[in-house]
């Protein structure tokens, strides 16, 4: 089984700054893309950023120049580091990763149980 752990969402200011941390755990023999979805009330959940097994990162066009995905393959962990946060961003924030687990023919889709991001004065 595989567990995809997030951290670091929290109460933050506009203009201020969070990192996101998401770690993978479990029978896992490689990670393929990794990426960062978010969910606002009332709104369909959105692609924020991903990041390739070769660390070919990708942004939405809402987050680019303020947000910077990164990744540990060590640590089996994805990051995203949010600068300059406007209350737009408030949302669920997931992690998303393509998971091949030791023994299977392919890899799988994982998603992480979310952390809430609030931007508020």
């Known amino acids: 089984q595989v567990h995809l752990v997030e951290s670091g969402g929290g109460l933050v200011q506009p203009g201020g700054s969070l990192r996101l941390s998401c770690a993978a755990s479990g029978n896992i023999f490689k990670i393929n893309d990794m990426g960062w979805y978010r969910q606002a009330p009332g709104k369909q959940r959105e692609v924020v950023a991903f990041?390739?097994?070769?660390?070919?990162?990708n942004y939405a066009d809402s987050v680019k120049g303020r947000f910077t995905i990164s990744r540990d393959n060590a640590k089996n962990t994805v990051y995203l580091q949010m600068n300059n946060l406007q209350p737009e961003d408030t949302a669920v924030y997931y992690c998303?990763?393509?998971?091949?687990?030791?023994?299977?023919?392919?890899?799988?889709?994982?998603w992480g149980q979310g952390t809430q991001v609030t931007v508020s004065s």
């Open positions: 990041i390739t097994a070769v660390e070919d990162t």
């Open positions: 998303n990763a393509d998971i091949w687990r030791v023994g299977a023919f392919r890899g799988y889709e994982h």
